[in-house]
């Protein structure tokens, strides 16, 4: 069928409503694919979802707050039973750090990124794992952060749910390894999005949103492990290990980062 994609027809994306989940539903927009996409912003997702059906795929919407991972499960198991997904990915996230001039980050921002970052995509990712295995095999990839790697002063719960996330990757991966379920891990320097354009800092090696999401899909579709994209994170990751410990730590404690806040 002219204009037909290879690979997994029954896809979820989560954070489909902007920045990577939005360019990575693009990016699997075809004919024969079905896409369920979630975002909690009802408008973006609702554009979102056009720019897919104009591509050819068959697009299925939920507004959901990933922030109450209960509603996530009960919504997850509806929809896996509707789609029988053979391809998750799980893109939503906050990029939220400890607002300048304070001390730490407010303890409520602490539970909102442990469940939208950790909990929640978790969750997510066995439930889909048990059925997927079930039915045979499926492909989950997962969004983590090079902000895994380092001990950030500014955004203990950023880094600390995402560094959850990526030791949680690996585990899930290890189980399902003999089951037909491949889960891949994507750690993202600095792409270009909402979420990093909030951050006032220098931002090497910046990725456009499609090259991002096209290197992403690539390493969920070959069923790899770990991507570090684009690849100097994985130097930095290595040279920080080769540092004297007080000279990581002053260059950490010195770093100064500004965010705008949410709108
Ligand atoms: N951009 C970067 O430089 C970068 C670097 C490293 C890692 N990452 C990771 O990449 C992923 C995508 O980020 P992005 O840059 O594409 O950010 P983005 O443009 O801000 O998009 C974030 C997505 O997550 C969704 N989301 C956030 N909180 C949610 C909640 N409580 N319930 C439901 N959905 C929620 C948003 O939905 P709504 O907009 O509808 O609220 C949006 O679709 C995140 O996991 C992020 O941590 C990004």
Redo the contacts with the bound molecule.
Sequence with gaps: MPGRKRGASRILV?????????ALARHYAGSGRRLML????RT??DSVAAECRALGAQVATRS????DPQAARAALALDDDAFAFDLAIL?????DIRPDGALTERPELVI?LG???FTTPAMMATLLAGHMAARGGGRIGL?????AFHDLPYAPA?AGS?AGLTRFAAALRLGMRDHGVSVTLA??????????RRLDCA?PFLLD?ETAAARIARAVDAGRAHLVLPWPFSVLRAAQALLPGPVARAILTRTRVVQTPRG
């Design positions: 989560t954070g489909a409503s902007s920045g990577i989940g939005a979630w975002g909690r912003d973006r997702l959901i707050d990933l922030a893109a939503a996230g906050l990029g909102e469940c939208v970052n969004l983590g952060s090079v902000a950023y995402k750690s993202p320097g600095f792409v270009d999005t909402p979420m990093s931002k949103v």
